[in-house]
Structure formats: C-alpha cells, structure tokens
C-alpha cells in the first residue's frame, strides 16, 4: 500500500510563488517516476511536470521556465516550485508516482491564483 500525501496549495496573486511537496509512504521499493497532474475549473486533466528517476524532467509548455519539478530521493518526496502564477494556473493539483507498472495518486490540493 502506498499513500502520497500533497499539502502547499492556496489562494496566491498572480505573479505570487507557492511550492507543492508530495510525499510517498509505505511499500516502496522503486520509484520510475514522480510528478504533478492538474485540472482546472471546466477544464480536463493535464499533465504539468514529471521526473524521472534519473532526474530527467519534463514540463507543460504553458510553465516552462515558471515551475521547477524536484525531488529528495531519501524522503521519497517531490517538490513542484511555482513562479509568476497566473490564474490560469488555477486548478486541483494531483501527485503521482510510478511504481514499476502501477499509477498511485494523491487526493489533489487546491491552488487559486487570483487578485
């Protein structure tokens, strides 16, 4: 059983900054990947960032160059640092992680990005 558990979200000004940590707990024997999906108001899910166990990373194109995706192998924790919000970054965002062939997801924290 694996739990990941999000916390970070809020109600931020555009151009504000906010940083998400997700942590994994329980039987975790090899992380492929570890990242953070979205859904905003209306709108259908999108992936924003991933990293790999390499470290390799990849964005959405509409954050590129504003988040950062990271992670503390030691914790089985990834950290998505987000810059210059807009308020269409607006949405529930959700942390995954792949375990070998299995998705786990967490229960999704809530970022407003609004004057």
């Known amino acids: 059983q694996v739990q990941l558990v999000e916390s970070g979200g809020g109600l931020v000004q555009p151009g504000g900054s906010l940083r998400l940590p997700c942590a994994a707990s329980?039987?975790?024997?090899?992380?492929?990947?570890m990242g953070w999906y979205r859904q905003g108001p209306g709108k259908e899910r999108e992936l924003v960032a991933t990293?790999?166990?390499?470290?390799?990373?990849k964005y959405l194109d509409s954050v590129k160059g504003r988040f950062t995706i990271s992670k503390d192998n030691a914790k089985n924790t990834v950290y998505l640092q987000m810059n210059s919000l807009r308020p269409e970054d607006t949405a529930v965002y959700y942390c995954?992680?792949?375990?070998?062939?299995?998705?786990?997801w967490g229960q999704g924290t809530q970022v407003a990005v609004s004057s």
């Open positions: 329980g039987t975790i024997f090899s992380i492929n990947a």
């Open positions: 990293i790999l166990s390499g470290g390799t990373t």
């Open positions: 995954y992680v792949v375990l070998g062939v299995k998705n786990y």
